[in-house]
């Protein structure tokens, strides 16, 4: 009994549920690798920004740069630019009000963090959809397969071994397709949601760092001393 035997014998039910495995395994790997590839790049780009941001620029010249640059922007790049545009255009509007100036800044940069965070968490669900459904599903073709075999046997008058293996074989092939299908979409959900949360934590601290800094400084403008 070969594996392209056991397949091309088998019954529609079970090679539809093997063609679903197959089919939620080779989508899961596209998922960890571009997953993978989005990850590392954002995290490389906020440890690139960090180095610039603490370097000692100068907040408007480091927003220019980033304007100008026409490699899209990510991470802690959008989120810095998100609250530097809002600080600047609440202060050219003649916005009076310090408390007024923070908040605006302040919601620009919970929305770039939304926006971060969805497009980080984009396709990890269906990794915890097919890590969790794919051994349910191998478990029924499994059933179906186990189920013809003992139909099967109702048909012989002597019933051995070499007529109930290969329908017992059949069933456990969609099990193993199963796992094999799911383990990595699990292993990789829970190393990626892990990363992610680690991202936006540092996100969150950035926008609170980069709070500091900006009401410091619309504060330092407020209380300077009226010439005359």
């Known amino acids: 009994m070969s594996i392209w035997s ?13 063609l679903m495995l197959i089919a939620a395994s080779v989508a899961s790997w596209v998922m960890i690798v571009q997953r993978g590839l989005l990850i590392r790049n954002a995290q490389q780009s906020m440890l690139e920004f960090e180095d610039r941001f603490w370097s000692g620029m100068d907040l408007s010249q ?27 255009r609440l202060r050219s509007l003649g916005t009076s009000e310090a408390d007024a ?19 980080l968490e ?10 969790s459904t794919c051994p349910y599903v191998g478990l029924f073709g499994t059933v179906v397969g186990i189920m013809n075999s003992f139909r099967g046997l109702a048909q ?31 292993v990789a959900y829970n190393r990626y949601a892990s990363r992610v949360d680690a991202l936006l934590a540092s996100y969150e601290t950035f926008a609170d760092e980069f709070h ?17």
């Open 101 to 119: 100036v923070m908040e605006g800044t302040q919601r620009a940069m919970r929305v770039a963090i939304s926006r971060e965070q969805e497009k």
């Open 122 to 131: 984009t396709h990890l669900p269906f990794l915890a959809s097919v890590g």
């Open 6 to 18: 056991l397949i091309s014998n088998s019954s529609w039910v079970v090679l539809l549920v093997l």
């Open 156 to 186: 012989v008058q002597q019933a051995t071994l070499a007529s109930v293996a290969p329908g017992i074989a059949e069933a456990l092939m969609t099990t193993a397709v199963g796992l094999v299908a799911a383990i990595p979409a699990v």
């Open 62 to 88: 480091l927003f220019r740069e980033l304007q100008d640059n026409a490699s899209p922007d990510e991470g802690l790049e959008n989120i810095f630019k998100a609250g530097f545009r809002e600080f600047s």
């Open 212 to 228: 500091s800094i900006l009401h410091r400084k619309v504060h330092s403008r407020s209380n300077r001393p009226e010439a005359g």
